[in-house]
């Protein structure tokens, strides 16, 4: 019985591990599926090119983060080299201005302060050659957020001039935009929720990059990417309400 409760435990464990980790195949598979609803009724939409670059980008992505995770041993080596070098100088340093019973005290404190300009300089450059590794992951993650955030407002910029006053052409002028495939309310309202599901699709993936990497900037890089696409979502939503008011059609 004893055992059945530590397996059941154990079970539970991994149950929470799995639950509270985002899994790049189920987004994958949202993703895909999404693809496939776009290409049904807006087969020559940019939509349709923009969730195959979200699609592209989930393929890949649980490679690269492993990439970018993954322990960098030249970086390590470099560190390790620098830390022996650096100890090696600095028992260099009080071997050449060791004691001597003739020292007078101006040399004391020189050599004092010679040893604590040492201990400084070794300090800057351990902390900047240790911290080198995690830079170049933060800026790799940083570089692949700012790839979604051009895709969200390419994404915003699609359904920048699908406005549902626009959908009877009353009052039209020569140069308004056209809706061109969408015709009634209700391909307005799918158009309109396929955008905010990509905005939403995009959040996902970005935070991808930072679940396994506790990084304060790469953590607000993607903080600023979900507070932008959840902005253009309520920009969206706002549309689908009027629509939904006006009463067009049904969706």
């Not at 309202?189 to 959040?203: G, K, T």
Request: aromatic share 8%; proline share 2%.
């Amino acid at each position: 019985m004893g055992k059945n409760a530590r397996m059941d435990d154990n079970n539970m464990l991994d149950f929470d591990t799995i639950m509270n980790k985002l899994d790049p195949l189920e987004i994958q598979k949202t993703c895909k599926n999404l693809y496939y609803r776009i290409e049904e009724r807006f087969p020559k939409s940019c939509l349709l090119n923009i969730c195959n670059d979200l699609l592209v980008i989930l393929l890949t992505i649980d490679k690269r983060v492993k990439q970018i995770q993954k322990p960098q041993i030249f970086y390590r080596f470099l560190a390790s080299l620098f830390i022996v070098c650096s100890i090696v100088a600095f028992i260099g340093l009080f071997v050449s201005n060791k004691l001597r019973t003739d020292m007078s005290i101006a040399d004391f404190f020189q050599m004092i302060d010679s040893g604590l300009n040492t201990v400084l300089l070794i300090a800057v450059g351990f902390i900047s050659i240790v911290t080198l590794e995690r830079r170049k992951k933060r800026f790799k993650i940083i570089k692949a957020i700012n790839k979604l955030r051009s895709l969200a407002h390419i994404i915003d910029s699609a359904q920048l001039t699908k406005d549902p006053h626009r959908l009877n052409k009353v009052n039209s002028t020569e140069h308004s935009p056209t809706h061109e495939f969408i015709t009634s309310s209700f391909l307005l309202n799918r158009y309109l929720d396929y955008c905010s599901e990509m905005l939403s699709l995009i959040s996902k993936i970005g935070f991808l990059y930072v679940q396994n990497f506790e990084d304060p900037d790469a953590n607000d890089a993607m903080n600023d990417l979900e507070s932008l696409c959840n902005g253009l979502e309520r920009k969206i939503w706002q549309k689908i309400i009027i629509t939904n008011s006006e009463k067009h059609g049904t969706n």
